[in-house]
């Protein structure tokens, strides 16, 4: 049986209302996308970057295009990653004078050497390099030059060769923890609900903290989200999380749900229920109207979250050191903290995943990395 590419028409039976209607839905599915965060991504030109000689170029333009129909679903971050990898790389060959597709293993090899020794660049951010170009590769539909031997064994050295160097560990750094202690110290000096930004940022940190949401998802918290409960508790009714397409609400009680309640009555009230919650806000409490269907960027979550360290620094709190965390706190700091916490307090670690959506227990134990040893197995020994 042949494989049809097109499907084809009954003879005479066209008519122009149907080819019409054909491509209004076309066009109507066009105008949805373009008020997607994903179609509004700008990625790099490449229009020079493809060999003609390539015997996989038809291939890989045909690939790229069925790509860009829907972007593969991928989110919005996976996408700006990944336009950024390809632009670095579009960049370092054209310095070179050369076609930056089809790769070739030695000159990739050798760009990273380069962003290793020049730019100091982290292994786990060049990892992540491998990987965004690895997902072009599949993107393509090619065979992927990332898997090959030179690079995966100069990625399985680059630790141990560090650590030889150095004499030191590699570690990767960790969010600096957000833990119960801090959240409340900030309840007592930001507690006044009158005083609009640092009430909306205690709201916010509070709102982090007991729900262990991503910052990506806090920001995009809208109204209708909110969910307040016959016995006083709220419900964060959720649409999508990075780990899957149908979460779990979240529930906040107690201190908690009354400091967002408090919040959403004060200065909640003329938002809509498509509005987002954490719009801006501006000193003197108002909503400008032309901005609460814009969320909070997470460059304004982590603003928030070294706001916060600075206050604790200030007052003289102890905000802890360790050469596991970064210096400051942002905007996975609750994420850190709040699993810190509930590990203290005995959780299971079927619990401690269930906490922030994770799918393994791979990053519930980098986080916990670090912690004080006081409780150590080891110690039991020693007795």
């Excluded at 990625?43 to 829907?70: C, G, Q, R, V």
């Excluded at 700091?333 to 299971?348: E, I, N, P």
Aim: net charge positive; glycine share 6%; charged share 25%.
């Amino acid at each position: 049986m042949s494989t049809l590419t097109k499907p084809h028409n009954k003879k005479n039976q066209v008519t122009l209302s149907h080819l019409k209607s054909q491509q209004d839905v076309i066009n109507q599915w066009q105008e949805q996308q373009h008020q997607l965060s994903r179609f509004k991504l700008n990625f790099p030109d490449l229009t020079d970057s493809f060999s003609p000689d390539w015997d996989m170029l038809p291939i890989a333009l045909k690939h790229l295009k069925a790509f860009e129909e829907n972007r593969g679903g991928l989110s919005t971050n996976t996408l700006k990653m990944l336009a950024f990898v390809i632009r670095k790389w579009d960049e370092h060959c054209k310095v070179g004078d050369l076609y930056s597709f089809p790769i070739h293993a030695p000159l990739l090899l050798t760009w990273f050497k380069a962003l290793k020794l020049e730019k100091q660049i982290k292994i786990n951010t060049l990892k992540q390099y491998r990987a965004q170009l690895s997902l072009f590769h599949k993107m393509m539909g090619i065979e992927d030059i990332t898997k090959d031997p030179i690079l995966q064994h100069f990625f399985k050295s680059l630790a141990k060769d560090e650590m030889e160097l150095t004499g030191t560990q590699v570690i990767e750094l960790q969010a600096k923890p957000f833990r119960r202690a801090h959240l409340d110290k900030l309840m007592s000096l930001w507690g006044n609900d009158k005083v609009p930004l640092p009430y909306r940022d205690l709201t916010l940190l509070t709102l982090a903290y007991g729900t262990l949401l991503r910052e990506g998802e806090i920001g995009k918290i809208r109204k209708k989200h909110i969910k307040i409960l016959d016995n006083g508790d709220i419900n964060i009714e959720r649409v999508t999380s990075k780990t899957t397409i149908s979460p779990e609400p979240k529930r906040l009680t107690r201190q908690f749900s009354t400091i967002v309640k408090r919040y959403l009555a004060t200065y909640c009230q003329g938002l809509q229920e498509d509005d987002f919650i954490f719009c801006w806000l501006t000193p003197t409490g108002a909503r400008p109207a032309g901005y609460r269907q814009t969320p909070m960027s997470g460059m304004t979550v982590d603003r928030i979250y070294q706001r916060a360290h600075k206050t604790l620094l200030v007052e003289g709190d102890i905000v802890t050191q360790n050469g596991a965390h970064r210096e400051v706190w942002s905007g996975h700091s609750s994420r850190v903290g709040a699993l810190q916490d509930g590990y203290a307090a005995g959780l299971t670690l079927t619990q401690l995943i269930q906490l922030g959506d994770w799918k393994s227990n791979e990053m519930v134990l980098r986080y916990l990395r670090g912690l004080s040893n006081d409780q150590s197995p080891n110690l039991l020994l020693q007795d």
